[in-house]
Each structure stands twice: as structure tokens, then as C-alpha cells.
């Protein structure tokens, strides 16, 4: 399967801002991000297709902005005035239509307290 490794999760305080970036080991179709906060279902925050096309959750819409870089196999995600309810482990996923499945990367942590 496709190896995706996310990075960029910490602590950061409300208002604030991260960036996390996803890297695969070969080019994908779709790729997107999930997150999934404790004793919660994981969940879709934002995707986006090969083309360009994106899905946003209601709730980040207007402050998280998802991006890809195809010459690099990666996507990223921009999260601004983040929330202590966006509190969650994030985890980046890619659909490769070569292989006919998804993967899923180990999870990048974050935190938003104060």
C-alpha cells in the first residue's frame, strides 16, 4: 500500500495557526485528512482530488485550507483560528486508483488549549 507520513501536530493556543503536511511514497489520487478526538468517531475534515476539487467539514470551512503539491506527493493542511475542539489526532489519507484502495498514515497530534 501507499506510505503516508503526516507531520506538523503540537500544542498550539486558541486563535492559533499550524500546518500539516503529508508526504506519500508514490503519486495518489484523492488525498485528504481525518481527525479523530477521544472517545470520538474519526472523521472527514477536508479532501481533495487530483483534479482540485475539495470537501470541507462545516465546521473548519472559511479556516482550515487544504493543498497539494503533486510533484512532491504531498498535501497539507492550513488550520487557522484553531479551536480547543479541533483537538484531535489528524490523520492523512490516499486513495491510488493503480492499487484500488486507501491508505492511512500513523496520525500527527494536536492540541489546542490554553
Known amino acids: 500500500q501507499v506510505q503516508l507520513v503526516e507531520s506538523g501536530g503540537a500544542w498550539v493556543q486558541p486563535g492559533g495557526s499550524l500546518r500539516l503536511s503529508c508526504v506519500a511514497s508514490?503519486?495518489?489520487?484523492?488525498m485528504g485528512w481525518h481527525r479523530q478526538a477521544p472517545g470520538k468517531e474519526r472523521e472527514l475534515v477536508a479532501s481533495m482530488s487530483r483534479g482540485g476539487s475539495t470537501t470541507y467539514r462545516d465546521s473548519v470551512r472559511g479556516r482550515f485550507t487544504i493543498s497539494r503539491d503533486h510533484g512532491k506527493n504531498m498535501v497539507y493542511l492550513q488550520m487557522n483560528s484553531l479551536k480547543p475542539e479541533d483537538t484531535a489526532v489528524y490523520y492523512c489519507?490516499?486513495?491510488?486508483?493503480?492499487?484500488?484502495?486507501?491508505?492511512w498514515g500513523q496520525g500527527t497530534q494536536v492540541t489546542v488549549s490554553s
Open positions: 489519507n490516499a486513495y491510488s486508483a493503480i492499487r484500488g484502495r486507501w491508505s
Open positions: 508514490e503519486p495518489t489520487d484523492a
